[in-house]
């Protein structure tokens, strides 16, 4: 059904769960600061990324 195993499960129910009871950004900034600097900094990258993606203007060197 929905893959069987717990990291799959935990992500589905991760997701609803923050659709039911939003996470304050205090609280992600504190998660994020947990991760290694480089996930931190690919982590900003990809966000960045997908921020501009429903932008129609052409996507900034530094983000290729």
Sequence with gaps: AYGGDSDTVGAIVGSLAEAQYPVSDDMKQVAISYLPTE??????????????????????????
């Design 39 to 64: 996930m931190q900094s690919r982590l900003t990258f990809q966000l960045q990324f997908l921020l501009f993606l429903p932008s129609q203007r052409a996507m900034p060197q530094a983000l290729l």
